[in-house]
């Protein structure tokens, strides 16, 4: 890829209808009754949620964005292959990521099957990102936390076998076993779909991603975590004999573009702050359960979390993340100058959080791609990003 | 002072220190899922038997071996163990996590165990009466579910937050969760039960709220000669919250 720039929109798909109480409840995830999921609200949602995403494409998003959550409001996409199967005969040409399905939480053949199955159906369009899942997933699934990162690695070794070997081939190992590892169809790109793993930057998970040369999305990191992150990421996958194409280290950033700074702040601010408080609320207990992290890592979050008390702040908050608001000029100006300093030409836009309505949805993804699109994309080469491409 | 001796083995790679104080027919002590109760306890042991309390590897001082995911493999580690304390027939003691490992031990090498105490034994697969699932409990609950008495636990937790304390929590909940997330219970344990035939002591508090005392009489189920001691008032940590919980293994031993 050159260093033209690639913007995408992603989506949670939250489910909105929290109760008025909902605050007596420490986690919105886990453990959050589902009597409080009303499937007459969730069809409207679903089909909602699948024509903004479908929108995103006919405005001229390069790709749509969805990934996996389970037992929360945070995201209605328990299964997201699901929600690519749909969307796959709806869009032209939009580039379907599902960034992704924990393959820990699938036998690892069908994840394969079921990614082969899009890409082929898609003619090519599907891109992957392969997480380990955060803590509260495996509260959610059978899966044992304390030997997650070996299953890990071990399932995606199996469905990189799957599809670059000609089957059938065999696999034994410490969790599966397979006699005639032989799956059809297989990917519509060759060797495989683009594959990134996707995590908030521990070492473990960045060793996976530089071994294999696959790219990373960073989730909800600091700008500053996340252009070490990337830097490390560099120089990691350097060691295994990698480089990185900057499109391989997607951006994420939330966005809202509105006629003025003002407007856009009144009109975004509220579900932001919703999304940060109630959506990703969750315990201690739920973030890390037992040998989901290493003591270190443990004790690293421990103390950053000790350090992140006190109320919702937009300004600092938005100092510290990837956190674009404001006029055209404003949001393409911010995004030019992130792009630059992460050396990236990937752009992972988080176009609706929380209980934003529909309206502001189609207001912000039509805005982003007329005005804010055009805007950047003007300034194509620009020096720093073409010497990183090269 | 602790009367005890703090000894450092090294078993099939793993570190493993072993606190022993006292002298004459040796007794040893296996410990819970959590290490925070300690072992002093166990000091009126010390007067008439060698006491040996050894850290199971993942918990407390000794180290950690990531490829022990079942408590089988415990029971080779301690097979090990005794071979280099040159401890060929003893009396063991187990709690909670470690009455579990201790039946599991006695129904496998059953000569080797003259006398066999369990108190609040983990393991059992009793529908009526279910163990509570400690690992879906958050942590800070822990602490109030172990005994009926909160003052005689508070001593030995940190006053105020403890990154270190709380990293060594969840250093022994990962050990636990290797041995125990996809399989609480084993029922192929419960089958073999039967082959403890040494005499038996089952203690058990009257008001725990992890294990309840009514799995008392479901061990006795498969251990027919065991006898039962319950101590009213107490919660699962019933060694620490009744001394007579104590007095009564030592009676028992002899």
Redesign the interface.
């Known amino acids: 890829m050159s260093g033209a720039l690639r913007f995408n929109s992603m989506h949670f798909m939250p489910y909105v209808y929290l109760p008025d109480n909902h605050k007596d409840y420490k986690s919105l995830w886990v453990s959050f009754p589902n009597k409080f999921y009303d499937p007459e609200k969730g069809h409207e949602l679903y089909n909602r949620y699948l024509g903004e995403l479908v929108m995103a494409d006919r405005l001229g998003f390069d790709a749509i964005v969805i990934n996996e959550h389970h037992n929360t409001v945070y995201s209605m996409m328990a299964t997201p292959n699901l929600i690519a199967a749909a969307l796959v005969p709806q869009t032209q040409n939009a580039r379907i990521c599902v960034w992704g399905t924990p393959p820990n939480f699938m036998q690892p053949n069908r994840l394969a099957e079921e990614y082969a199955i899009l890409d082929v159906m898609s003619k090519g369009r599907l891109e992957i990102a392969l997480p380990l899942g955060t803590g509260m997933e495996y509260?959610s699934n059978?899966?044992?936390?304390?030997?997650a990162r070996e299953r890990f690695k071990e399932s995606l070794k199996i469905m990189l076998q799957a599809w670059t070997e000609d089957g059938p081939t065999t696999h034994y190992g410490q969790f599966y076993t397979y006699r005639f590892l032989n799956p059809w169809p297989r990917p519509y790109q060759k060797p495989h779909p683009p594959c990134y793993v996707v995590g908030t930057g521990s070492p473990e998970t960045i060793e996976i991603a530089a071994e294999l040369g696959f790219g990373y999305a960073s989730v909800f990191v600091t700008q500053q975590r996340a252009r070490e992150l990337n830097e490390n990421l560099r120089q990691r996958a350097a060691h295994y004999g990698h480089t990185l194409r900057p499109d391989q280290l997607p951006l994420l950033t939330f966005v809202y573009v509105a006629e003025t700074q003002e407007r856009a702040e009144q009109e975004y601010i509220v579900h932001l702050q919703r999304f940060f408080e109630d959506y990703a609320r969750t315990?201690?207990?739920f973030l890390?359960?037992?040998?989901y992290?290493s003591?270190d890592q443990?004790?690293t979050r421990?103390?950053m979390a000790d350090k992140m008390h006190g109320g919702f702040d937009f300004q600092a908050i938005s100092k510290s993340f990837f956190i674009a608001v404001g006029t055209p000029d404003k949001v393409a100006n911010q995004i030019g100058e992130w792009s630059q300093w992460m050396k990236t030409n990937h752009i992972n836009c988080v176009t609706h959080v929380a209980d934003m309505p529909h309206w502001k949805t189609v207001k912000n993804l039509t805005l982003f791609a007329e005005e804010v699109m055009p805007r950047l994309r003007s300034r194509v080469q620009q020096p720093a990003l073409r010497a990183a491409a090269e | 002072m602790s009367k005890f001796v703090r000894e450092t083995y090294t078993v099939d790679g793993v570190k493993t220190v072993v606190h022993t104080a006292g002298s004459g027919e040796p007794v040893v002590f296996f410990h819970g899922a959590g290490t925070v109760d300690g072992f002093d306890f166990a000091e009126p042991w010390t007067e008439k038997y060698r006491v040996i309390v050894p850290y199971h590897p993942g918990f407390g001082e000794s180290g950690d071996d990531t490829t022990f995911t079942d408590l089988h493999d415990y029971v080779m580690h301690y097979l090990e163990l005794f071979d280099a304390l040159q401890l060929d027939k003893f009396n063991l003691v187990g709690l909670s996590l470690g009455g579990y490992l201790a039946a599991k031990f006695a129904s496998e090498h059953g000569h080797r165990i003259k006398k066999l105490a369990l108190i609040a034994p983990a393991g059992m697969i009793d529908t009526l009466n279910p163990m509570l699932d400690i690992l879906a409990v958050p942590g800070e609950q822990v602490p109030g579910l172990l005994v009926s008495d909160f003052e005689v636990l508070k001593k030995r937790l940190p006053e105020k937050p403890d990154l270190d304390f709380m990293a060594d929590r969840y250093r022994e909940a990962t050990t636990v969760a290797r041995l125990l997330w996809e399989r609480p219970g084993d029922p192929k344990f419960m089958r073999y039960l039967h082959r403890i035939k040494m005499p038996t002591l089952i203690v058990w508090g009257g008001e725990d709220k992890i294990i309840p005392v009514q799995q008392a009489e479901t061990w006795r189920k498969f251990i027919p000669n065991a006898d039962i001691k319950i101590f009213k008032g107490a919660g699962h940590l019933v060694h620490l919250e009744k001394r007579e919980a104590v007095e009564a293994v030592a009676r028992f031993l002899g």
């Open positions: 509260w059978s899966v044992n936390p304390a030997t315990s201690p207990q890390a359960p037992p040998g992290l003591i443990l004790k421990a103390a």
